[in-house]
């Protein structure tokens, strides 16, 4: 895993209190590990790690809801499409 993903890993289990261990494939919000609130925390740490905004509609349960998926949206950030 990335530098990203062990720092939301950490912060996961840390400041937002997730139980238990979360991989790369763990549902964050669909399993109900986090809430709508929690997005907005979750949002900002990726926000703090890539050192710019991300915009409103690509804040998604397809790109947000596991470690895979953010990683693989931060990827394709900057890209043309």
């Keep these: 895993m990335s530098d990203l993903a062990d720092m939301l890993r950490s912060e996961l289990t840390g400041r937002l209190g997730v139980r238990g261990t979360v991989e790369g494939d763990t549902l964050l919000f ?31 349960l397809e790109n947000f809801d596991t470690l895979n998926r953010i990683e693989t949206f931060v990827g394709t950030l900057g890209k043309a499409p």
């Design 30 to 60: 669909s399993g109900g590990l986090l809430d709508s609130l929690s997005v907005l925390e979750l949002v900002t740490l990726v926000e703090r790690h890539l050192g710019k905004p991300i915009p409103p509609e690509e804040i998604t």
